[in-house]
């Protein structure tokens, strides 16, 4: 596969995934229902663990406002599909990413892999959102997902911004490369799913 320029990721989704999804609506909404619930509290354990940092706190107060808004519209928009929230599953792209971070040793360097993991996620949802808002037949949703698309790319990039702000910038992009590299390598052993948002 080629390499993709949106928001820096080295891997595409298979392009099967689309269409997949457009046929597994109800499972798909479900699953990017409680990936907004889960951005939401990210938000706020990041804030629980790092007080001290006020711009962090700041920028993502609002953050988890507004993912909590995200997650009440998606559920409004399987109740007016006649669809019902699913059990949360597994998010096996999450929990793969989870296990290449830093979780002890230098408190910098956990920061930042919290941070940076935070922007993969937000720019791979970025990506799918792009994907759904250009090849769903359902007119209404091709929107809805185009402001989807349009606010994690914003929240991708404020992940890495609060990461320049809080660590030297060599380090972020060093850091964000091997991030990258290993993300690519987590899609490219992936299952294609359509009920899955990643």
């Known amino acids: 596969m080629s390499k993709v320029s949106i928001l820096g990721l ?6 099967r995934w689309v269409n997949l999804a457009a046929i597994s609506l109800e499972e798909v909404l479900t699953d990017h229902a409680f990936c907004e619930q889960k951005a939401a509290t990210s938000c706020i354990s990041l804030i629980q663990r790092y007080p001290e940092k006020d711009r962090l706190v ?8 507004e993912e909590w808004g995200h997650f009440r519209q998606v559920l409004a928009e399987m109740r007016k599909r006649g669809y019902t929230l699913g059990r949360q599953r597994k ?19 956990v920061l930042l892999d919290r941070l940076l993991i935070f922007a993969l996620i ?14 769903l037949e ?6 809805f997902y185009r ?9 991708y990039r404020l992940f890495i911004d609060l990461a320049n702000e809080y660590l030297p910038e060599d380090q972020v ?11 690519a390598d987590i899609i490219n052993n992936l ?4 009920d899955r948002m990643h």
Not at 10 to 15: E, F, G, K, N, R
Not at 58 to 65: M, Y
Not at 147 to 155: C, N
Not at 173 to 183: H, N
């Open 10 to 15: 080295h891997l595409p989704t298979d392009p």
């Open 58 to 65: 700041q920028e993502l107060a609002p953050i988890v406002t």
């Open 91 to 109: 998010d096996t792209y999450v929990n793969a990413l989870m296990t290449h971070q830093n979780k002890g040793g230098d408190p910098q360097s």
């Open 122 to 135: 937000e720019a791979r949802s970025c990506e799918r959102f792009r994907l759904l808002s250009e090849g």
């Open 138 to 143: 359902d007119e209404y949703l091709r929107e």
């Open 147 to 155: 402001k989807f698309m349009i606010s994690e790319a914003g929240h």
């Open 173 to 183: 992009k060093t850091r964000w490369q091997e991030w990258l590299t290993i993300e």
């Open 191 to 194: 299952e294609v799913r359509g």
